[in-house]
């Protein structure tokens, strides 16, 4: 079993940053994704950025140029940097962790972009 534990969201201004973290804990295999999706309300979620155990990452058309993805291997980590953010950028953030087949989600952090 997996445990993803999120944190970072709030409430940040037109143009601000914020920085989400998500540490991953239990039983995690050396090939791996992990990743950020978001729902805002009314809308299906939707993959934001992740990245593999060997560093390739894929990101949204909305996200790319703003938000960058990185991890800490040691630490079971994955960080999402978003510059730039924009109403648009209001919803729920849920880490992702992918590995063998099963997918398993964080709690949610809500992220308010607000002018």
């Known amino acids: 079993q997996v445990q993803l534990v999120e944190s970072g969201g709030g409430l940040v201004q037109i143009g601000g940053s914020l920085r989400l973290s998500c540490a991953a804990s239990?039983?995690?295999?050396?090939?791996?994704?992990m990743g950020w999706y978001r729902q805002a309300p009314g809308k299906q979620r939707e993959l934001v950025a992740d990245?593999?155990?060997?560093?390739?990452?894929n990101y949204a058309d909305s996200a790319k140029g703003r938000f960058t993805i990185s991890r800490d291997y040691a630490k079971n980590k994955v960080v999402l940097q978003m510059n730039s953010l924009q109403p648009g950028d209001t919803a729920v953030y849920y880490c992702?962790?992918?590995?063998?087949?099963?997918?398993?989600w964080g709690q949610g952090t809500q992220v308010t972009v607000s002018s």
């Open positions: 990245i593999s155990s060997g560093g390739v990452t």
């Open positions: 992702s962790l992918l590995q063998r087949g099963v997918r398993s």
């Open positions: 239990g039983s995690l295999f050396s090939l791996n994704l």
